[in-house]
């Protein structure tokens, strides 16, 4: 049985039996209970609560995010060569990829794409770095060197290089899957 809400505060309003299965609702809560053998309730036409606990497992369950991780990463911006070189060198140093994201603040899709990208970032966190290149906002001799010609362009480049990209004319989901399994390809 499953029951879904948003966050973890547990306040069991109702116990309905039927049968062998069990329904618990909660207020604002996420429980799962995977009955293996016994019997767990409560009489309510005694008003006694009864728990038989001989030969029983209970397998429970929260299921809410896990807050120990971040949900998203703000993606830094790079805004000239020089950077880039330096974020590169250090890449390198550690052996970790980097992610830039080539957009611009007039593409609407770059727009829609970019939180997205930073939740995927989360996903990522110690494996990856996230980057962002306004490209309006920089020289050109920035965005030649990344051989952007469309946009919104997703670049994994290890070892001083790009390796691979992926172009987001498409669907948002669809666009990141495929960044998924890119970023999985090098990490």
């Known amino acids: 049985m499953l029951v879904l809400a948003p966050n973890s505060q547990f306040l069991y309003r109702e116990i309905y039996q039927k049968g062998q299965q069990q329904h618990l609702w909660t207020n604002g809560s996420c ?32 299921l809410w995010p896990d807050l120990s991780r971040p949900s998203t ?6 805004n000239d060569c020089d950077q880039l070189d330096q974020i590169l060198l250090r ?55 990344g051989n952007i010609s469309k946009m919104p362009t997703i670049q994994v480049w290890k070892d001083g290089e790009m390796k691979e990209e992926v172009i987001g004319g498409h669907k948002a989901w669809l666009v990141i899957e495929e960044v998924r399994q890119m970023i999985q390809k090098f990490v």
Do not use: H
């Not at 990463?73 to 790079?78: A, R």
């Open 91 to 145: 890449a390198q140093d550690l052996s970790q990829p980097i992610l830039i994201d080539w957009m611009a603040a007039w593409c609407r899709k770059c727009i829609y794409l970019k939180p997205k990208l930073e939740k995927l970032a989360a996903e990522f966190d110690t494996k990856i770095k996230f980057y962002y290149v306004d490209v309006n906002k920089v020289p050109q001799a920035l965005v030649k060197r």
């Open 73 to 78: 990463v703000e993606m830094e911006p790079i």
């Open 31 to 62: 429980l799962l209970l995977q009955k293996n053998c016994g019997y767990f309730g409560s009489d309510w036409r005694s008003r006694k609560l009864k728990k038989n606990t001989a030969r029983r497992q209970w397998r429970i369950e929260a």
